[in-house]
């Protein structure tokens, strides 16, 4: 199946870490196999067959965000857009449960695949359009069009890391995600993770995607008796 191409926004061409972050993730589904599906996500209590059809909610959700635009003022950035959960989750949410009845209603891989590339496309052209000074309306927040666009980058990022979390040979998120992504999440939790991490184990181990290693635990010093950041 063909990946659509996403244009760059006019204003940010060539660097715009939204389109780069979002093309990375949907050519790493364009590329999975048939069997990928049935493995897991690094999402726990989800297939990755499950992730994709999260992202096509998510998809639908840049779209419907970016032309829903209010005349008030912005009340979240891209940074304070994503609230701490207290406890990590556990599969048993019943929205979580629900994208697992989508995602199977699907029944053949090609059709997730699809779909993500129709809506996932149209996400993408939505966005290079937009003007980073709209204010948008979502999760009854207020935020500018590039603030959200900015905050997803995050969220792209770590759900390509859940999407190839069981696959070895699967190409990653562009290291551009990845910086920013960690960058986002120091200025969430206040502190910044040692050098010797890197952007990926941070992020990870951040999140709770993985626990940190003994080693990992000294160097994270106080930090670690916060972590794991539990987004949502």
Same mark, same amino acid.
């Given at each position: 199946?063909?990946?659509?191409?996403?244009?760059?926004?006019?204003?940010?061409?060539?660097?715009?870490?939204?389109? *780069?972050?979002?093309?990375? $993730?949907?050519?790493?589904?364009?590329?999975?196999?048939?069997?990928?599906?049935? /493995?897991?996500?690094?999402?726990?209590?989800?297939?990755?067959?499950?992730?994709?059809?999260? +992202?096509?909610?998510? @998809?639908?959700? %840049?779209?419907?965000? +970016?032309?829903?635009?209010? !005349?008030?003022?912005?009340? *979240?950035?891209?940074?304070?857009?994503?609230?701490?959960?207290?406890?990590?989750?556990?599969?048993?949410?019943? +929205?979580? @449960?629900?994208?697992?009845?989508?995602?199977?209603?699907?029944?053949?891989?090609?059709?997730?695949?699809?779909?993500? !590339? !129709?809506?996932?496309?149209?996400?993408?052209?939505?966005?290079?359009?937009?003007?980073?000074?709209?204010?948008?309306?979502?999760?009854?927040?207020?935020?500018?069009?590039?603030?959200?666009?900015?905050?997803?980058?995050?969220?792209?990022?770590?759900?390509? +890391?859940?999407?190839?979390?069981? $696959?070895?040979?699967? %190409?990653?998120?562009?290291?551009?995600?990845?910086? *920013?992504?960690?960058?986002?999440?120091?200025?969430?939790?206040?502190?910044?993770?040692?050098?010797?991490?890197?952007?990926?184990?941070?992020?990870?181990?951040? &999140?709770?995607? /993985?626990?940190?290693? !003994?080693?990992? &635990?000294?160097?994270?010093?106080?930090?670690?008796?916060?972590?794991?950041?539990?987004?949502?």
């Amino acid at each position: 199946m063909r990946l659509s191409a996403i244009p760059a926004p006019h204003y940010l061409v060539g660097v715009d870490p939204f389109s *780069r972050s979002w093309t990375a $993730l949907r050519t790493a589904v364009a590329e999975l196999s048939d069997e990928d599906f049935a /493995r897991p996500s690094g999402c726990t209590g989800w297939l990755v067959r499950d992730l994709v059809c999260h +992202l096509v909610i998510d @998809a639908q959700d %840049v779209l419907i965000t +970016l032309v829903t635009p209010v !005349d008030t003022e912005p009340t *979240r950035d891209a940074v304070t857009y994503w609230e701490v959960a207290g406890t990590p989750p556990t599969g048993d949410d019943p +929205l979580d @449960a629900l994208i697992v009845r989508l995602a199977a209603a699907y029944e053949e891989p090609w059709l997730l695949k699809f779909h993500l !590339d !129709d809506v996932g496309s149209a996400a993408g052209r939505a966005a290079a359009l937009a003007d980073p000074g709209l204010r948008v309306s979502t999760r009854d927040q207020v935020l500018t069009a590039g603030d959200y666009l900015s905050a997803y980058v995050l969220e792209w990022t770590l759900h390509h +890391l859940d999407l190839i979390a069981q $696959l070895r040979d699967a %190409v990653g998120p562009p290291a551009e995600g990845l910086a *920013r992504s960690r960058e986002t999440l120091e200025k969430i939790a206040g502190a910044a993770f040692p050098a010797v991490f890197s952007d990926r184990d941070a992020l990870l181990v951040g &999140t709770g995607r /993985r626990a940190p290693t !003994d080693a990992e &635990t000294a160097e994270l010093g106080e930090l670690a008796g916060r972590l794991p950041l539990v987004l949502c």
